[in-house]
Nanobody
């Protein structure tokens, strides 16, 4: 069992930065792929970024490439999403998730564990 708790959301002006953190409990988290997803009201949840269990592989949706960076600290059971050059289209609730690393692209894994989400609002 893995429990995930996000933090770091908030209100920021366009062009600004935020750093989201996901703290995991459960000693097997280090063996899971970790991902970030986001959801706007009335829209489907969207994949944002993911990182392999080792940290060697990452995957990003095209709209955040070059602006967002996902990283993990396996010893501390944390995953971080550094978000730079934010724009109003990035406004959403951001969720941390964990999925078992079967042979699939990171974005297409079945993510079994989810956090409660943290709100990110970017003003123009």
């Amino acid at each position: 069992q893995v429990q995930l708790v996000e933090s770091g959301g908030g209100l920021v002006q366009a062009g600004g930065s935020l750093r989201l953190s996901c703290a995991a409990s459960g000693r097997t988290f280090s063996n899971y792929v970790a991902g970030w997803f986001r959801q706007e009201p009335g829209k489907e949840r969207e994949f944002v970024a993911a990182i392999s269990w080792s940290g060697r592989s990452t995957d990003y949706v095209d709209s955040v490439k070059g602006r967002f960076t996902i990283s993990r600290d396996r010893a501390k059971n944390t995953v971080t999403l550094q978000m730079n050059s934010l724009n109003p289209e990035d406004t959403a609730v951001y969720y941390c998730a964990a999925g078992w690393p079967v042979a699939a692209e990171l974005r297409n894994l079945k993510y079994d564990y989810w956090g409660q989400g943290t709100q990110v609002t970017v003003s123009s």
